[in-house]
């Protein structure tokens, strides 16, 4: 579903930035759908986490690899598409009043989708206005009025997610001090954008020459700053990123390399092998950025197919004991239970959990080093009961993953409430 709204709004941009070009856009919107990088080549060549694969290993890379990570990634590039699809027709239309309210509108749901397009609308549009004003020489009051509307509704989100919600010293920890996400390096952009990021500074002189819209280059510009700003989640700007910098690629596909290499004595060679030259050319350039994708894809089908536990599944024994913690448990109790269980267990109870989502864990290291200590064997039985005392756990899971850190019984902290062929679950007095 997911998917299908983000080509929508990609389909959407496409047709407004080339409406004269069915080609154009057909390309753009293979490229967009399964483009990526040049990680494929260096995989076996460096560690298979680093940054320097961008196009392999950060999840907002490009459509797919959002698609395979999380829905509001996918639903964050389908409306940032139509905005800016809308952005670029108020320069073409007389009813921009109509048109900057629904954009108005499509900012505001962004905004609440996924919170950090908000910085990059806000200073993409605001740079595209001020570009607006040096071409024509003049303040565009019309135009400006438009752009007001249209980041008018982020004002009041931006104000919540900057100022008011930072009151709040647990939202201060987890979104803003823990919540660290490290953009790749700039070899990792090269790398991860590829062929793609080479033919967009190929054509980048000719866009300008033929008077396309400034948005386009902007926001590529802009988008590909503010991920460096010196904060700590700063990585999460790089979503929809891809966006511009393929519009750019393809435009220089279509209307700069291909036409080139016409006049070439290497496609008068080409000719002879083929008798669509033109077509055989631009399909190859389509499938040198495939690799990545295929690669990524091919490793999340592999990974479910031969994973027989956690990330991808749970035995029976701990989905029957989590959910029977749904059933027995309320808002005010705190379960102690290793990271997969816990990761898990918060769709199922209305209490807390130790250790629960990556980045919205607090002090997610120390806490498990104590997890580990407290179910290894030679810990002292004193520490275990101050543990728990200082946390106010009301019930402690020992399960497959907690015998995995050496767990043994939890000798006279609790009573057993539940147990199955794998699992404990003790209640604490």
Do not use: C
């Amino acid at each position: 579903m997911g998917g299908i709204f983000a080509i929508f709004g990609l389909t959407f941009l496409l047709r407004g930035v080339f409406p004269e070009n069915g080609q154009i856009q057909l390309t753009g919107l293979l490229l967009l759908t399964f483009g990526s990088g040049l990680g494929w080549i260096l995989v076996s060549l460096v560690s298979p986490s680093s940054l320097l694969l961008a196009d392999i290993n950060v999840p907002e890379w490009n459509l797919v690899t959002s698609i395979l990570d999380s829905p509001h990634f996918v639903f964050g590039i389908g409306l940032e598409a139509i905005l800016f699809g809308i952005l670029i027709r108020l320069e073409k239309t007389e009813d921009k009043l109509n048109l900057s309210l629904v954009g108005g509108f499509i900012a505001l749901i962004t905004g609440l989708v996924y919170a950090f397009h908000i910085p990059t609308i806000g200073i993409v549009v605001g740079f595209y206005m001020l570009n607006l004003a040096i071409q024509a020489k003049k303040v565009p009051w019309k135009t400006w009025f438009s752009g007001f509307l249209f980041l008018a509704p982020l004002l009041p989100l931006l104000y919540y997610y900057g100022i008011t919600s930072r009151q709040d010293s647990l939202w201060e920890l987890t979104h803003i001090q823990e919540n660290v996400i490290t953009p790749p390096p700039l070899p990792g952009i090269l790398i991860g954008y590829g062929l793609m990021g080479i033919m967009a500074m190929f054509g980048i002189k000719t866009w300008f020459l033929q008077k396309r819209s400034p948005l386009i280059p902007i926001w590529a510009g802009i988008n590909l700053i503010i991920i460096y700003f010196p904060i700590s989640f700063s990585g999460r700007f790089i979503l929809g990123l891809f966006i511009p910098i393929t519009i750019l690629g393809v435009f220089s596909l279509e209307e700069v390399i291909l036409p080139k290499l016409k006049s070439t004595n290497f496609y008068a060679r080409f000719s002879t092998l083929t008798p669509t030259p033109y077509k055989t050319l631009r399909r190859v350039f389509i499938l040198l950025t495939l690799p990545s994708t295929l690669l990524v894809t091919l490793w999340i089908i592999q990974n479910a197919a031969l994973s027989v536990d956690y990330p991808s599944y749970y035995p029976s024994e701990e989905i029957e004991a989590m959910r029977w913690m749904g059933e027995n448990t309320d808002a005010h109790d705190l379960i102690l239970a290793s990271y997969p269980i816990g990761n898990y267990l918060p769709r199922l109870i209305s209490g807390k959990v130790f250790l629960g989502h990556l980045n919205l864990t607090i002090d997610l290291e120390n806490k498990l080093v104590d997890l580990e200590k407290f179910w290894d064997e030679n810990t002292p039985q004193e520490w275990k009961e101050i543990f728990i005392e200082e946390w106010g756990f009301t019930y402690i899971y020992q399960g497959k993953y907690e015998k995995e850190l050496g767990g043994v019984g939890v000798i006279q902290l609790g009573e057993v409430v539940y147990e199955n062929e794998k699992v404990k679950i003790y209640a604490v007095p």
